[in-house]
């Protein structure tokens, strides 16, 4: 089964804008973390935040907890095409088998030149 | 950059034939996850091994799936026989340990059609 849902599922926007993608969860989390996924191909990771973070940055990235709401965000700025690709967000239960992660459905991202 | 090495990388088979999925993890890695992918779908793992030892395997339809990580190195999945519902995109990944804050590092899949 899959905990996280991503939303929106799709979204197109022209380079040079922001990209914000949420995720929601249902239960308690260690940890929360972000792939990206170019078509047909295998996962990346991109940055993973704690559950006792709040706000967490990697060059173009920022990604947000908010584990009151059991909800994260993940914005990319200044989008490139390159940036074109499916994201999925994934997380590490507490008290679920250690290192397991269940990922959501992903929200594809595709970049306009 | 050392990577997770996959072969094959696509197959096409008839139901009810066997098939099998390699997967060699980065050098040093200790854990492996054997994921399946269904188009639109995030992936689901199916099986996780730390060493040779199998940690995890309560989403692994057993009556047709086993996986092997026989040296605690490189892994072997197979589908015996394959559905047509078993269509899909196998994805291996591998870990330092299974500490939850480690990334998984995952390989370029296999992408399986059942006809």
Redesign the interface.
Known sequence: S?Q?EEDPQALSIQEGENATMNCSYKTSI??L?W?RQNS??????LI?I?SNEREKHSGRLRVTLDTSKKSSSLLITASRAADTASY?C?T?LRGG??????????TKLSVKP | EAEVAQSPRYKITEKSQAVAFWCDPISGHATLYWYRQILGQGPELLVQFQDESVVDDSQLPKDRFSAERLKGVDSTLKIQPAELGDSAMYLCASSRTRVSYNEQFFGPGTRLTVL
Do not use: M, P, T
């Not at chain 1, 047909?40 to 990771?45: A, E, I, N, T």
């Not at chain 1, 290192?99 to 459905?105: D, H, M, S, V």
């Open positions: 899959q996280g260690n940890n973390q792939y047909g191909r295998g996962l990346v990771h993973l704690r999925f994934a590490d088998s250690q290192g397991n992660l269940i990922f959501g459905k992903g």
